[in-house]
């Protein structure tokens, strides 16, 4: 009889879940293919400095590797920098790129080593200024976030007519005015999203260079996709893309560039094995839609489903036979708790409750979005082997 | 110096956050609030029993205190049944009332003397056959919600021409049809919201008893709101308006009934103290909107703020003084972090960095639905006094 097993590609996740019996949902991650992502960006963006964002997945056991590999930190918060550190690399190799930080946190991560941190506002510089004395900042500025897949808000940024004031502050107060950062949106599908924000980045760097302000880099940020249902940009046509975008607009002055990749760097290697709750209809119609329930919802790992954003793929037993377009629901007594109604998501029609699922691509922005306990229901389970 | 606190009313809260020096965002819940609240639900509906729903705040003190007062429970895991026994009330006392349950989760229910149990369709009448033999079944029926202002998807029950079918599948297989349940929507603001669901529902009496099948019990759900920005009709007036229905529907032979009162129950009994992070425009055009983010937000405990459904009182030591309109947002590198941005917040434009403020109304789905460790930020505080 065939196993939802049989449906996985990875030999390593395959056996893993096939050796242990989980009551509740589990994310098994391979450190392997967290390995060949990074080798991957390594060798499409040779000249640049990769940090990886912690918040996409902070296992101690991936943070090990990356730092093995060479990897800097991007942290969003002082707990996220301790996990860092933990580690055992140094603190000039992790940045504080949240824009958003308490005055406190500024100095403690001050405290423990870090000099580098994002700002987009003078607010956030003169609290640096007194929290960091001397430290380099880098300026975020808004990206439009057009082909994106997940939300981008206004939220982190300024429009970049006023990063060189922002920077100059900066500057005049007694810090490094360091650089420019951008975001292009998670889960970006076109490489060429980059050229835009760049052509702003060049124009700040000139802008900067005309006050006696050299600015020495460029954060790309993140926004490498992960396979989820659709192909994907192979990782070097971004970096080719993003090459000639910097070559067009910084000439042969090309300035240090770092990324932050973190859906690009764990996102395929993880695996949510989930069981079927209830499969059920509303009404004894023969066209009611069918409900299928899984033991993970949106407050338990899947919360990127918000508004549909993310379309995992899910493989189950019967992949092959008639689908029909189900609801796919949680289990949690919350009528929010529903990933995909909007779009029905095709499912064998044989599926039936008891049965396993696999949600693949799950390895970024699950765990730690888990609710500690909605509904009584435990957070998510995660293994990295 | 006007202080934060002074804006509370409530002398309790002021008292233990004035003692106290906090670090993070954190929830204070006066529990002589919930015992008003009871006993205000108790007299607005004296023949009802109260099963107060565990998941809009699953405090041992809120247990207890509840436990001590005569309420059942009305729980959505076999976890929250273990909360609910920790009181040391007895089962009979407990409804496991989510509609989707792992048969194993029924098993475990009903090891634990749990004999009452909610269903929607076949398929779960069949799990309880096999793992709870001779229990209470209560059928879910769809509401339209109209009225609420949480989203009331279309994710429990089933449609009221198929109730009758359900409870006959149940009785055949040697469990007690018990009654209908239904739920009109979370913070209902219509008193009269529960008047079609109870037509429906002495509709199904009827069908049954012509099959042969007496039920006994409405259970009327939660939906009870809790005062936010806008004013609420009394839990009275609920009371009166759903005795109106109960007598035009089913005429002198009034069913037993019972609600699940959660944000009804403890909404109004929490405030949560938090920090103003950052006050920042995203450019320096005059009629930029301005952003205010706080040590708290969507996935630190604010999680109704989705879609912007719920709208909190928020209480600074500036009230009284200009307001301005703003962006409303929370302290991750998440861009779907934000609270209020489609309807922004007036805001004192004197709100200022490091300023703390109070979210009022918090007492319900705060607490659990934090995350983990979102970001590496700590799930939310809690205190009950």
């Not at 994106?148 to 940024?157: C, D, I, Q, T, V």
């Not at 629901?329 to 995909?340: E, H, K, L, N």
Request: include cysteine; proline fraction near 5%; glycine fraction near 8%.
């Amino acid at each position: 009889m065939t196993s939802h097993l049989d449906r996985l590609d990875n030999d390593r996740i395959r056996g893993f879940l096939a050796a242990q019996k989980s009551d509740g949902p589990v994310l098994v991650v391979d450190s392997e293919i967290v390995r060949g992502n990074y080798a991957k960006f390594a060798r499409a963006l040779p000249d640049t400095r990769v940090f990886y964002a912690v918040k996409a997945n902070p296992a101690p056991e991936i943070l090990a590797l990356l730092a093995e590999l060479g990897s800097c930190f991007d942290c969003a918060s002082v707990a996220e920098i301790d996990m860092a550190l933990a580690t055992g690399v140094s603190p000039d190799r992790i940045s504080f790129g949240n824009t958003i930080k308490k005055e406190r946190d500024v100095a403690a991560a001050h405290a423990r080593g870090v000099r580098l941190f994002a700002v987009d506002c003078r607010e956030e510089v003169e609290k640096i200024e007194r929290a960091a004395p001397g430290a380099r900042v880098f300026c975020r500025i808004l990206a439009d976030g057009a082909g994106a897949e997940w939300p981008l808000s206004r939220k982190f940024g300024c429009v970049p007519e006023m990063a060189a004031d922002v920077l100059d502050h900066a500057q005049a107060r007694g810090l490094v005015a360091y650089g420019v950062s951008f975001h292009v949106g998670s889960q970006q599908n076109n490489v060429a999203a980059w050229d835009s924000a760049l052509a702003s980045a060049a124009q700040i760097f000139r802008d900067c260079a005309e006050r006696g302000i050299a600015l020495s880099m460029v954060n790309l940020g993140g926004g490498f996709p992960t396979r989820y249902l659709k192909d994907i940009p192979a990782v070097d046509a971004y970096g080719a893309s993003i090459f000639e975008s910097l070559k067009a607009h910084f000439g042969n002055r090309i300035p240090e560039t770092i990324i932050e990749p973190g859906r690009g760097m764990v996102g395929d290697a993880g695996v949510i094995e989930a069981e079927v709750v209830l499969v059920s209809k509303k009404s004894d119609d023969a066209d009611e839609i069918r409900w299928v329930y899984l033991d993970i919802g949106k407050f338990g790992g899947l919360a990127e489903t918000m508004d549909e954003a993310i379309r995992y793929p899910i493989r189950t037993a019967h992949d092959g036979e008639a689908t029909t377009p189900c609801v796919l629901a949680g289990p949690t007594c919350d009528s929010a708790d529903v990933m995909y109604e909007k779009t029905p998501y095709p499912l064998p029609i044989s599926l039936s409750i008891g049965d396993k699922v696999l949600i693949e691509a799950c390895g970024a922005y699950t765990t730690t979005y888990a609710a500690v306990a909605f509904n009584g229901f435990l957070p998510l389970a995660s293994h990295v082997i």
